[in-house]
């Protein structure tokens, strides 16, 4: 098992997109929790409109992390401008936080 991230950014006209399927979006998120840790829309300030999104996961493979995203309803729409996705590391002194300590 392996932690990933994955970070998007949206479409800068893309609201329509969002408001649109973010139903949808949500429910897939839970569907996937569990290999989804964490899951969240990224903004510039608190209180500014979502500009993309942050998710964790753990998996056991780049594939199986890449299904998982191409499936999400934001993908198959059309929000996401772009995809980044990176394996995920512990840093000295989290080790504690590490896949299978929790």
């Not at 899951?39 to 998982?68: C, H, M, Q, T, Y």
Request: net charge negative.
């Amino acid at each position: 098992m392996m932690r990933w991230a994955a970070f998007f950014t949206d479409r800068s006209d893309g609201a329509e997109i969002r408001a649109a399927h973010t139903a949808a979006h949500q429910a897939y998120l839970r569907k996937y929790k569990g290999q989804i840790v964490l899951a969240g829309a990224v903004r510039p300030d608190a209180e500014a409109n979502p500009v993309g999104g942050l998710w964790i996961f753990e998996a056991d493979s780049r594939a199986e992390v890449e299904k998982i995203i191409a499936e999400d309803p934001f993908q198959i729409h059309g929000l996401r401008a772009t995809t980044q996705l990176y394996a995920w590391g512990t840093a000295p002194g989290f080790e504690d936080m590490a896949i299978g300590t929790r």
